[in-house]
T-cell receptor, first 115, second 111 residues
Framework: GAVVSQHPSRVICKSGTSVKIECRSLDFQATTMFWYRQFPKQSLMLMATSNEGSKATYEQGVEKDKFLINHASLTLSTLTVTSAHPEDSSFYIC???????????FGDGTRLSIL | QKEVEQNSGPLSVPEGAIASLNCTYSDRGSQSFFWYRQYSGKSPELIMFIYSNGDKEDGRFTAQLNKASQYVSLLIRDSQPSDSATYLCAAGTGGGNKLTFGTGTQLKVEL
């Protein structure tokens, strides 16, 4: 089955730090990758859609200069939370799409805690 | 605004019973529908997906879609304690490229 690896699984750091999260599709080339954020007791909210070789498409209300996305290859997308603050603490989850009309496959998520 | 609505629960069923989870969506342009299971602190894992009206069965799981009523459901037969989790319904547009998730229904399967 499709496997998506996300790293790191947990980050605890001081306010003002920039944090980089990697998302890799291990056994397929992903046409598209997605980044979600989930606050406690809430559902997944799409932050941005990432296509290899092009700029990410951000959802309304998501600051593109705050959440930098780089999709350098068909198997790797990265999300960098720049100058993170406590309100950025959340569960960040990536997913990868092998092909259109196929389900998205999720990584294991990254729990980010900003002190 | 596109919305996917689910009853937050918790839905409690005894072991061995059928659990019925329901979901409605507002965007008639939605083409694909997904059920994900999410354990506490973990990321979602795909249970089933359905694109056409009617039923789709996979083992103990049956997904039902009624596009006229904008309604999707998931039936879990012979519920097990390991099925206890939050079940997320998602509606997709653009070939499944963009998913809108519901807030999830918490299922508790009791011994």
């Amino acid at each position: 089955g499709a496997v998506v690896s996300q790293h790191p699984s947990r980050v605890i750091c001081k306010s003002g730090t920039s944090v980089k999260i990697e998302c890799r599709s291990l056994d397929f080339q992903a046409t598209t990758m997605f980044w979600y954020r989930q606050f406690p007791k809430q559902s997944l909210m799409l932050m941005a859609t990432s296509n290899e070789g092009s700029k990410a498409t951000y959802e309304q209300g998501v600051e593109k200069d705050k959440f930098l996305i780089n999709h350098a290859s068909l198997t790797l997308s990265t999300l960098t939370v720049t100058s993170a603050h406590p309100e950025d603490s959340s569960f960040y989850i990536c997913s990868a799409l092998r092909d259109v009309n196929q389900p998205q496959h999720f990584g294991d998520g990254t729990r980010l805690s900003i002190l | 605004q596109k919305e996917v609505e689910q009853n937050s629960g918790p839905l409690s069923v005894p072991e061995g019973a059928i659990a019925s989870l329901n979901c409605t969506y507002s965007d008639r342009g939605s083409q694909s529908f997904f059920w994900y299971r999410q354990y506490s602190g973990k990321s979602p894992e795909l249970i089933m997906f359905i694109y056409s009206n009617g039923d789709k069965e996979d083992g103990r799981f049956t997904a039902q879609l009624n596009k006229a009523s904008q309604y999707v459901s998931l039936l879990i037969r012979d519920s097990q304690p390991s099925d206890s989790a939050t079940y997320l319904c998602a509606a997709g547009t653009g070939g499944g490229n963009k998913l809108t998730f519901g807030t999830g229904t918490q299922l508790k399967v009791e011994l």
